[in-house]
């Protein structure tokens, strides 16, 4: 068979497979022959507009077609040679390729094929992204086992150690001594069931089962509330917690009033464990312009970096190891506080920044809202 003949042959044979084809010229690098996957391959126009363009102009990175340029031109197969290649329109794939020489139009020449893998390739990414995220919880979880452990070992020793002094006190009728080391072992077990319930609460939602207990009250009420239940621990940090009046009195809330404590709670302890001495914290509940009402914690401690805030958010994580060991708590608090506003139909907006302190809004929708007739 004469070789025009055998070349057009070939071109019949390529034009009908299923992958795209391009037959290059080893000495120039432009394209002979592309069919018409090929075509479809890069978006191109037509296969004239696909013959005549720069070969450079599909690919992203030079040392890539460099890399392949040189073993094609040394007569070489290129085998399963993964590059990410341009489309006609600037978008980007990821191409398999292998090529075979020959001699076409009585020119060294190669065949290539190319294969979009851009699919497998988002899959690999994909793929990757939940392994670093599944290790990354792992992480987060084996950081909070350690510092658990270490909030329940504290009180736990506590308990028994001032068990075993009010044991001796006894005996010798200390009555005054015994009242102190009774108020300790009080105080220990409540802090005890203080992280059994955050994680027993935490596992509830994780798992969708956790119920609201819902009911009018006064918002208000809910913040002095809990700005006396910690008290002591404001003034053992020497921080000051004021709380601010709300304007009006259409405070409302119809919600679960213990889920809301335990959130203002939750924000207004950590405002003061991560405080610095003699800092301050500002409590408030206002209305929204959208006829919702929120709650605003704000604090002048130690902050967070814009990068770590969700990290602060997600659940069992740890902005600073080490840091709940330094000031107290499990690391749980913000993380459960999200999911008890969000249970409610609303949203926690946190905002901080290194060594300025940290705002945090609960912010609750219209719907939750309730005026006093």
């Known amino acids: ?40 391959l890069f978006g191109a126009d037509s296969r004239e507009a696909l013959l005549n363009g720069a070969i450079e102009d599909t690919w992203v990175d030079p040392s890539d077609l460099q890399r392949a340029f040189s073993t094609f031109s040394r007569h070489e197969r290129l085998v399963n040679f993964e590059s990410r ?14 090529t075979q020489p020959i001699i076409f139009d009585n ?31 792992s992480h987060a979880k084996s950081e909070f086992l350690v510092h658990v452990s270490h909030e329940l070992r504290t009180p736990l020793n506590c308990i028994l150690g001032f068990s075993e002094i009010l044991t001796a006190a006894l005996r010798s009728g200390n009555d005054q001594r015994n009242a102190g080391y009774a108020r300790n ?31 009018e009250f006064h918002l208000p009420e809910v913040l002095a509330a809990a700005q006396q239940m910690l008290r002591g621990l404001a003034e053992d940090s020497r921080v000051t917690v004021t709380c601010v009046p709300p304007a009006g009195d259409g405070m409302i809330l119809y919600g679960d009033r213990r889920v809301t404590l335990q959130v203002v709670v939750n924000l207004l302890s950590n405002a003061i464990r991560f405080n610095r001495k003699d800092g301050s914290v500002r409590m408030s509940a206002a209305a929204g312009g959208d006829g919702g009402l929120s709650i605003t914690v704000e604090d002048t401690g130690i902050g967070i ?69």
């Open 107 to 137: 020119k060294d020449a190669g065949i290539v094929w190319h294969i979009d893998i851009s699919d497998r390739k988002q899959a690999e990414v994909l793929l990757t992204r939940a392994k670093a995220e599944a290790e990354e919880a």
């Open 1 to 40: 068979m004469p070789e025009r003949a055998q070349d057009e042959f070939l071109k019949t044979v390529l034009e009908e497979s299923p992958i795209g084809v391009a037959i290059l010229d080893i000495a120039s690098g432009k394209r002979l022959f592309a069919n018409s996957r090929l075509v479809d």
């Open 305 to 373: 970096a814009a990068e770590d805030i969700p990290k602060a958010l997600a659940p069992f994580g740890q902005v600073r190891p080490g840091a709940h060991r330094s000031h107290g708590g499990t690391g749980l608090g913000l993380s459960l506080s999200k999911h008890l506003v969000e249970l409610q139909g609303g949203r926690l907006d946190l905002t901080s920044e290194p060594g300025k302190g940290t705002t945090v809004v609960a912010a609750f929708p219209p719907s939750r809202t309730r005026r006093r007739t």
């Open 85 to 98: 290649r341009r489309r006609m329109d600037g978008t980007l794939i990821w191409v398999l390729m292998n």
């Open 185 to 215: 072992i009080f105080e220990s077990g409540q802090h005890l069931l203080g992280i059994i319930n955050d994680i027993l609460d935490i596992s509830k939602i994780e798992a969708g089962e956790f119920e609201l207990e819902e009911s």
